[in-house]
């Protein structure tokens, strides 16, 4: 790629290469790469006088950047001595750039959770619906990224998604030549049918059809380099859960229930069904705690499951209120009473090691 000088007055190229390395330390967000790493630095001028222009390729337009790469640019070169002021602009890769990338995504790309991938992985599930399960999902996520990990959410939940709302977000995913890219918000990518179909629209799928849609939400997505991925899996026992424990060897399953006797009866059939599988189980959450639905249920299923209690998440409103308006309560009121709960599960969230002894392994080219 040609370096473009403005100017060959002496001292300009230096400057102009001080300016190309420090905008090449930028991450591009979405591809989870520096902009130098993938040759997407199209242009930088520079002058005597310190005005400096910097012309970056992007898979997404300069309006729709979802990662505001167009200010981390800014900001990256206006701390090189000498730089009065910045322009940044962002232009569209060109064809033959986003092939390469697409390329370079495939070859980079292993499902999260497969032998040997260092991601953690946890299938968040309930017995019944109603029980606050995806809610506790995204905020847990959010908890998880403020702690400094990466942390990416399939809403496999495919009848009932729910994560667009809850995080507020509508967009599509981005595509580069078959690879879809996370929707990014509050610091998690995520991933739901739900960015794919209208709001009132149903998804009527059979079996095949969401194996399907599983696997290539797994292998067909950039997850990137994840710390840990969150599966809000449908309430119950049905083919979502037993696909992802095919799918997925090493995820462990965390059971989320309410004080209430009939939602630990059906949630302790998700953890036998678990258990059955030889899926290990990272623990129980308890949501809804106090008021008129009462505490204990989540410790008796503990017990049965001979699992740990994770966390007792207060019977709070602003986490209801928070989901309606589309902002994690995490984010929305971090000093709340479920937040600060929250939080706690969050650090104590084990690190499950799962047997693969008697298992039958998936067969997938990596």
Request: glycine share 12%; no cysteine; proline share 7%.
């Amino acid at each position: 790629m040609n370096l473009m000088l403005s100017t060959r007055r002496p001292g300009t190229s230096t400057l102009e290469g001080a300016v190309r390395a420090a905008a090449g330390e930028v991450m591009e967000p979405l591809l989870d790469g520096t902009l130098g790493r993938l040759d997407l630095i199209e242009e930088v001028t520079a002058r005597r006088t310190g005005e400096v222009r910097v012309t970056v390729r992007a898979i997404v337009s300069e309006g729709d950047h979802p990662a505001g790469l167009q200010q981390a640019v800014e900001a990256a070169v206006r701390a090189v001595p000498g730089v009065r002021n910045v322009a940044v602009s962002l232009v569209p890769v060109l064809e033959d750039q986003r092939l390469s990338l697409a390329k370079r995504l495939r070859s980079q790309n292993r499902r999260p959770g497969g032998l040997g991938a260092p991601t953690r992985v946890y299938g968040v599930a309930s017995g019944k619906g109603g029980v606050g399960k995806s809610s506790l999902t995204v905020n847990l996520a959010v908890a998880l990224a403020r702690s400094g990990q990466r942390v990416g959410v399939l809403d496999a939940d495919v009848w009932g998604y729910s994560v667009p709302q809850l995080f507020g977000v509508r967009e599509r995913p981005v595509a580069v030549k078959g690879m879809m890219l996370p929707v990014r918000a509050h610091d998690v990518r995520l991933m739901s049918i739900g960015f794919f179909v209208e709001d009132a629209e149903p998804v009527v799928w059979r079996g095949p059809m969401l194996q399907k849609a599983l696997e290539q939400f797994l292998d067909d997505v950039y997850w990137g380099s994840l710390d840990v991925l969150l599966i809000d899996l449908p309430p119950g026992t049905g083919d979502v859960a037993l696909t992802i424990l095919e799918l997925l060897p090493t995820a462990a399953l965390l059971v989320v229930t309410t004080p209430q006797k009939a939602a630990e009866q059906v949630a302790a059939r998700v953890g036998r069904m678990a258990l059955d599988a030889r899926m290990p189980l990272a623990g129980v959450l308890e949501n809804m705690t106090g008021g008129a639905f009462g505490v204990g249920g989540g410790a008796r299923l503990a017990e049965q499951l001979g699992t740990p209690l994770l966390g007792q998440v207060p019977m709070d409103e602003a986490l209801s209120r928070a989901g309606d308006d589309g902002v994690p309560l995490l984010v929305s009121d971090p000093e709340a009473p479920a937040s600060t709960e929250i939080r706690k599960v969050a650090e104590a969230l084990p690190v499950v090691r799962s047997s693969l002894v008697g298992k039958s392994l998936p067969l997938f080219v990596g």
